[in-house]
Each structure stands twice: as C-alpha cells, then as structure tokens.
C-alpha cells in the first residue's frame, strides 16, 4: 500500500492525475484498452476536471478508455445525486471518450436487482472467470481480474462504493454487482461488490477533508473489522493507493 499525502484537495488531485496519466499509459503499451471504474460523491470533482483540462485531457488516448462505476445511487440519471451524471458533467462530456465505451449503471425502466444483473453481464465480457468447481460442480464466480484502475472515495462513516458499515452487501461473494435498499438514505444502491475490486490491477482512493480523519486513522491503523470500516475489505491483487489530504491525514499516526 502506498500512501501519498497532499496538502489539499487540489494538489491531491494533480498527484492522483499524474498516476493515472501514467498508469494508462504503461498499461496501454501492453493491451488495446484500458478499464476504468469511477466513483461517485464529491472528493473526485476537482480530479475529473483536471483530467479533462487542457493540459491533462491530450495525455490520454482516451479512445482506448472504456469507462464503468464503481456504485450507482438509483435515482434518475438527470437527478444531481446520480453519479454517473456528476461524472458526464465534470468529465466525459469534456474528453474523446467513446460513448459505447461508456458503461453506466442502468436507473431508469429498470428495477435495481435487474440493473445490478445487467452490469454483471457487462462486466463478464470484458473479464474472464476462473474456471474452477466446487464439489457440487457449481462455477465459481470468482474474477480474475478486472479492472486496470478503480478510483474510490470513502465516506466520514468508512464505506466505500455502497458498502456501507453493518450490511450484509460488505460480504457478499457470490455476485458481481449488488443491489440494496439503504434506509439510511431511502434510496436504492447497485454496487460492486468487494471481490471485483479486489481482483483488480490498481486501486486509488481519494480521501479529503477533516471529517475523514477518524475514519481514515480506524481504517489505515485500527483493528481489522470491515463490518464497521467497509474500507478496510478493499485490499486488492495488484496497487493499492491512498491519496489523502492533510486534513483527511490528521490524526494518522504514520503520517
Ligand atoms: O455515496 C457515495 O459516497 C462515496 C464517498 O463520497 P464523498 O462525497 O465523500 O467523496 C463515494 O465514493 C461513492 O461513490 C458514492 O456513491
């Protein structure tokens, strides 16, 4: 794991650009496309417009990008919490991404079970199972690998996607991609589900303000019990990055 300190949200977001201006390119010198997941919420603003700048936007032959979500609040697309509407807003509307290169998460004629199906079966064109039985010779619907970047926020409480602390969804390994009702919220939530990210080549969180700083020191120094800190069951295959703004870093020991 690697934990990069900002000072603050800008210059976090010029740090994570820059990894990922770099992971695109490394990775794009050995495969066709590339596979990125974005997130939702408020932190990865200011990284999607700096990627859309113009002295970011010709860094990356987004032609080759193919662009997913890490988790969907189910609400309309045009309503301002879906964050596949932030993303178009602050980003894809700005750079030559190709719109069938664009897969968002279905919230409209569609029941959130339906479009959680649907998006694993996108998800299943584009990366391979293991094909390992169990005894009863059922598949194992294991990944191998996913994604070559998932970008993740965390929120004060310590989820992460839609796995929010004490729901069941945090364990689950059977699928892919999760639908849920969250009370909380009164709203529905389809999400990855935490063996999809874990299989994948790179994880960056972006975490940033002081009301991060309890959870991010419980999730980086505490004991282990994602049930409470869902963050912590993100611990994937290939790099794991932090990047964390002083304020988010403040009561970090390590720091
Ligand atoms: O609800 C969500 O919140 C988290 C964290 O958002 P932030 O506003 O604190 O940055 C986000 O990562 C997730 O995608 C989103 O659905």
């Known amino acids: 794991m690697q934990l990069h300190i900002a000072k603050d949200t800008t210059d976090l977001s010029t740090q994570a650009a820059d990894l990922i201006v770099e992971h695109i390119n490394d990775t794009l010198q050995k495969q066709p496309r590339?596979?990125?997941?974005?997130?939702?919420?408020?932190?990865?603003?200011?990284?999607?417009?700096?990627?859309?700048?113009?002295?970011y936007k010709n860094k990356i032959n987004w032609s080759k990008v193919h662009v997913?979500?890490?988790?969907?609040?189910?609400?309309?697309?045009?309503?301002?919490?879906?964050?596949?509407?932030?993303?178009?807003?602050?980003?894809?509307?700005?750079?030559?991404?190709?719109?069938?290169?664009?897969?968002?998460?279905?919230?409209?004629?569609?029941?959130?079970?339906?479009s959680a199906q649907a998006y694993e079966k996108i998800l299943h064109n584009y990366f391979p199972l293991v094909h390992?039985?169990?005894n009863d010779d059922v598949p194992d619907n294991t990944p191998h690998t996913t994604f070559d970047l998932i970008i993740l926020g965390m929120g004060d409480d310590g989820h992460t996607l839609s796995l929010f602390p004490g729901k069941p969804v945090i364990h689950v390994v059977d699928k892919w991609v999760n639908a849920f009702y969250l009370d909380e919220q009164a709203m529905y939530r389809v999400t990855l589900t935490h063996p999809v990210a874990n299989h994948a080549a790179c994880v960056m969180f972006l975490v940033s303000g002081i009301n991060k700083a309890k959870a991010l020191k419980e999730v980086l120094e505490g004991p282990y019990n994602p049930n409470v800190y869902p963050s912590q069951i993100i611990k994937p295959?290939?790099?794991?990055?932090?990047?964390?703004?002083?304020?988010?870093?403040?009561?970090?020991?390590?720091?």
């Open 68 to 114: 997913f979500w890490g988790d969907e609040r189910f609400v309309p697309f045009n309503d301002a919490r879906n964050n596949a509407k932030m993303a178009f807003e602050t980003l894809l509307d700005k750079v030559p991404v190709l719109r069938e290169h664009i897969h968002i998460m279905q919230t409209e004629n569609i029941t959130p079970d339906e």
């Open 132 to 134: 390992t039985h169990h």
């Open 34 to 55: 590339f596979t990125l997941a974005l997130s939702g919420g408020s932190t990865p603003k200011a990284l999607h417009e700096l990627l859309a700048s113009a002295a």
């Open 237 to 255: 295959k290939g790099e794991l990055h932090w990047f964390v703004d002083e304020a988010a870093a403040s009561s970090l020991t390590q720091e």
